[in-house]
Nanobody
Framework: QVHLVESGGGLVQAGESLRLSCAAS????????MAWYRQAPGKQRELVAK???????NYGDSVKGRFAISRDNAKNTVYLQMNSLKPEDTAAYYC?????????????????WGQGTQVTVSS
């Protein structure tokens, strides 16, 4: 079983930056796509950014030009660099990944979520 652990959230002022990290722990697995989602109270969860196994990226319209997603496959870690933060970026941020296990007779893939990390941006 692979677990995703996020870190790096906190309270910052508008205009400042944060870098979120999400590390996957386990064995005998490969990670394909990884993504960051966020959810504010009373709002639906929305895609922030995603990155494929080939490092192709996609961003939500509200964060384009401000956020950057990257990954370090050797560390099984995905990052989200958040610059020029705005109060409307305040939300719980969740790491998501497609995990393929290859120790059994056939491969199996599971979609896995982290526990979330809170980002609060004050005006």
């Amino acid at each position: 079983q692979v677990h995703l652990v996020e870190s790096g959230g906190g309270l910052v002022q508008a205009g400042e930056s944060l870098r979120l990290s999400c590390a996957a722990s386990g064995s005998a697995f490969r990670i394909s796509a990884m993504a960051w989602y966020r959810q504010a109270p009373g709002k639906q969860r929305e895609l922030v950014a995603k990155i494929s196994s080939g490092t192709s990226t996609n961003y939500g319209d509200s964060v384009k030009g401000r956020f950057a997603i990257s990954r370090d496959n050797a560390k099984n870690t995905v990052y989200l660099q958040m610059n020029s933060l705005k109060p409307e970026d305040t939300a719980a941020y969740y790491c998501n990944a497609d995990i393929t296990y290859y120790t059994g007779p056939v491969y199996r893939t599971e979609n896995t979520w982290g526990q979330g990390t809170q980002v609060t941006v004050s005006s």
